[in-house]
């Protein structure tokens, strides 16, 4: 496994655990990392949204910009690549 796998890998992991906190623990982070579909499709509702945002935006230091088509939020793997790319590097900054 290459520094760079891994890293996604343990951000992905991050990012699913801060999904399950959003849903006040509705869904596990197993769950979530095992499904790979939609997270609406899973339960995610809108005020899980907000949530989630908050937070990932204070853990990550970044600022999701929802003024635009913001897919990212469609998919566990969509967000992951969306805040690895606003953070240059994927690395957990938590």
Not at 22 to 27: F, K, S, V
Request: glycine share 14%; charged share 30%; aromatic share 4%.
């Amino acid at each position: 496994m290459t520094a760079g796998t891994e890293a996604r890998s343990e951000l992905r992991g991050r990012v699913a655990e801060l999904v399950s906190g959003a849903t006040d623990g509705e869904l596990t982070g197993t769950e979530i990392l095992a499904d790979g579909g939609s997270l609406t499709a899973l339960g995610v509702t809108s005020l899980a949204f907000l949530r989630l945002i908050d937070t990932v935006e204070e853990e990550f230091g970044i600022i999701l910009d929802l003024d635009g088509p913001f897919r990212f939020l469609d998919d566990l793997d969509g967000l992951v690549d969306h805040i690895a790319e606003l953070t240059g590097d994927g690395e957990d900054h938590g």
